[in-house]
């Protein structure tokens, strides 16, 4: 009888000009040097173009155990389609509002995959449809808000990406720029819902991520790049924690025109592309 499985998570991986190449094969190997069970990474593979696919699917051929994951916002603004497919290369399986069981070491594992609540391409109710309550579950989300709602339609713990951690987590400029400019309640480390003394609906845990955006640096403690490593057990809604818990942030949540304004720019960003492939295809 297996007492543990060893689920690495890395997120926010940003192929691409920001973030060097070496960066994310030491990710890499440091992640198979902890013989994980199961590897999720939690969305925004690129960063902002597809000129780094080849790259995305050289690196992340190397991991050795399998390997599930979500999109990110940075993944539609590329063009989601494209990083699928370079990701299917890569032997990542990506879940996109739906959710699979994986057998581990004999156990059986639930994966709820989220896909990109940012530009509004989250389906909740799809996701978690059809959903086992007799099978421990994982739930995996670029962005971390959504555990709200995961949390009370049994998916008891939840992995996260999106912030970087802040990136410059100096003088808590971290809270300043993720928490109350961005309007995240949630923006690095573990979270649940612990605060008034009463029963846990779930946990959460936001990671660090790899990459960098906007910036080719990361300062400050909690901006360090990190790979994390959890021992889930295998009693239905259990946590077992060895992370101090957090309390979120006021938070802010996006108003449904914010929502559908990031939507019309994914689709205008995908029109450009294929403007300028129908281009490069008249000049041949």
């Given at each position: 009888?297996?007492d543990h499985?060893?689920?690495?998570?890395?997120?926010d991986?940003?192929?691409?000009?920001v973030?060097?190449?070496r960066?994310?094969?030491?990710?890499?190997?440091?992640t198979?040097a902890q013989?994980?069970d199961?590897v999720?990474?939690t969305?925004?593979f690129?960063?902002h173009?597809q000129?780094?696919?080849?790259?995305?699917?050289?690196v992340?051929?190397?991991?050795?155990?399998?390997?599930?994951?979500?999109?990110?916002n940075h993944?539609y603004?590329?063009?989601?389609d494209?990083v699928?497919?370079a990701?299917?290369?890569?032997?990542?399986?990506i879940?996109?509002?739906?959710?699979?069981?994986?057998t581990?070491r004999?156990e059986?594992?639930?994966?709820?995959?989220?896909?990109?609540?940012?530009?509004?391409h989250?389906?909740?109710?799809?996701?978690v449809?059809?959903?086992?309550?007799?099978?421990p579950t994982?739930?995996?989300?670029?962005i971390a808000?959504?555990a709200?709602w995961?949390w009370?339609?049994?998916?008891?713990?939840v992995?996260?990406?999106?912030?970087h951690?802040?990136?410059?987590t100096?003088?808590?400029?971290?809270?300043?720029?993720v928490?109350?400019l961005?309007?995240?309640?949630?923006?690095?480390?573990l979270?649940g819902?612990?605060?008034?003394?009463?029963?846990?609906k779930g946990?959460l845990?936001v990671?660090?991520?790899?990459?960098?955006?906007v910036?080719?640096f990361?300062?400050?403690?909690?901006?360090?790049?990190e790979?994390?490593?959890?021992?889930?057990?295998?009693?239905?809604?259990?946590?077992?924690e060895?992370?101090e818990?957090?309390a979120?942030l006021?938070?802010r949540?996006?108003?449904?025109?914010?929502?559908?304004k990031?939507?019309?720019a994914?689709?205008?960003?995908a029109e450009?592309?294929?403007?300028?492939?129908?281009?490069?295809?008249?000049k041949?």
């Amino acid at each position: 009888m297996v007492d543990h499985l060893r689920v690495a998570h890395l997120t926010d991986m940003h192929f691409g000009r920001v973030t060097p190449e070496r960066v994310q094969r030491e990710a890499i190997r440091m992640t198979n040097a902890q013989a994980p069970d199961l590897v999720v990474i939690t969305g925004d593979f690129v960063c902002h173009s597809q000129m780094y696919l080849e790259q995305l699917t050289s690196v992340l051929s190397e991991l050795q155990a399998p390997t599930i994951g979500v999109l990110g916002n940075h993944d539609y603004w590329s063009g989601a389609d494209e990083v699928h497919r370079a990701l299917r290369k890569a032997g990542v399986e990506i879940l996109k509002n739906r959710n699979t069981v994986i057998t581990l070491r004999h156990e059986r594992l639930q994966i709820v995959g989220l896909d990109d609540a940012y530009t509004g391409h989250a389906d909740r109710w799809e996701a978690v449809k059809g959903l086992r309550k007799d099978l421990p579950t994982v739930g995996l989300s670029h962005i971390a808000e959504e555990a709200d709602w995961l949390w009370n339609h049994d998916v008891p713990l939840v992995l996260a990406g999106h912030t970087h951690a802040g990136q410059v987590t100096l003088a808590r400029l971290h809270e300043l720029a993720v928490g109350k400019l961005a309007g995240h309640k949630y923006v690095h480390g573990l979270y649940g819902a612990r605060q008034n003394g009463g029963p846990a609906k779930g946990a959460l845990y936001v990671g660090a991520g790899i990459g960098a955006a906007v910036m080719p640096f990361r300062i400050g403690e909690r901006g360090r790049r990190e790979v994390a490593l959890f021992e889930l057990g295998l009693q239905i809604g259990s946590v077992d924690e060895h992370h101090e818990e957090q309390a979120p942030l006021p938070g802010r949540k996006p108003t449904q025109a914010q929502v559908e304004k990031r939507r019309a720019a994914v689709k205008k960003k995908a029109e450009k592309r294929e403007k300028k492939r129908q281009k490069a295809r008249k000049k041949t």
